[in-house]
């Protein structure tokens, strides 16, 4: 379903200290941007922010950077980060495509993925986050021995990931093909996992380490 417009989304999220509207000002600069030397994960596709608020509050001595393009939908993440007070979040408005663009050297130490457009057709495959040519890309920032959490329900895209993952020199440690019904004690479900799950479809998830 497309999203509305809200036009008036924009203002709101640019007056707030949360969110970062230049993030490539802050490159290189984030652990100064939340006042603290703590490991920084960064979730690709935030969403709503049901996914990034419930893991800040979780693990509350880690930083938490959420990008997502649509001011629409970031707009509900920033009210749901104000709602819990949450100190250790930053919402960025931005194609990911950029990604490079905004971190510095072993800056970020997890990115979490959470079902992200599957691009089906073969020549669309390269716009996949978890596609050998996004990978490179997150290994310009990434610390070394650092983690990638990927969820979709999505079979042929999820089996197609885990072949990106070790072309790309990350070691497949962990690997499930119904997360709900396996003995993964981490998981945050996202507003979009709420809703299929109920529906029966099952979740595929691993963790990639950069070697």
């Given at each position: 379903m497309?999203?509305?417009?809200k036009w ?5 999220l640019e007056?707030?200290n949360?969110?970062a ?26 969403g709503?922010?049901?996914?990034i608020?419930g893991?800040?509050?979780e ?19 920033l ?18 495509s ?13 990115i ?16 996949r ?5 996004f990978?490179?890309?997150?290994k310009?920032?990434?610390?070394p021995?650092?983690e990638?959490?990927?969820k979709t329900d ?5 089996e ?13 440690t962990y ?7 396996s003995?993964?004690k ?20 691993l ?5």
């Amino acid at each position: 379903m497309r999203l509305r417009k809200k036009w008036w989304a924009r203002p709101i999220l640019e007056e707030s200290n949360v969110v970062a509207i230049n993030p490539k000002d802050y490159k290189g600069s984030w652990s100064k941007a939340f006042g603290n030397n703590n490991e920084i994960y960064l979730e690709l596709g935030c969403g709503r922010g049901g996914f990034i608020t419930g893991k800040a509050l979780e693990d509350i001595n880690e930083n938490f950077v959420g990008i997502d393009l649509k001011d629409e939908v970031l707009i509900h993440a920033l009210k749901k980060v104000e709602q819990l007070e949450l100190t250790n979040v930053r919402l960025v408005p931005m194609n990911i495509s950029w990604v490079g663009d905004v971190f510095e050297k072993n800056e970020i130490s997890r990115i979490f993925i959470n079902f992200c457009n599957p691009w089906p057709k073969l020549r669309h495959n390269k716009r996949r986050l978890t596609h050998s040519k996004f990978l490179s890309i997150y290994k310009t920032f990434l610390k070394p021995q650092s983690e990638i959490w990927f969820k979709t329900d999505d079979v042929e895209m999820f089996e197609d990931s885990i072949e990106y993952f070790k072309e790309s020199n990350f070691e497949i440690t962990y690997l499930t093909y119904d997360l709900h019904n396996s003995d993964f004690k981490y998981n945050i479900v996202t507003e979009y996992e709420a809703k299929f799950t109920s529906l029966g479809m099952k979740t595929m998830f691993l963790i990639a380490k950069l070697k």
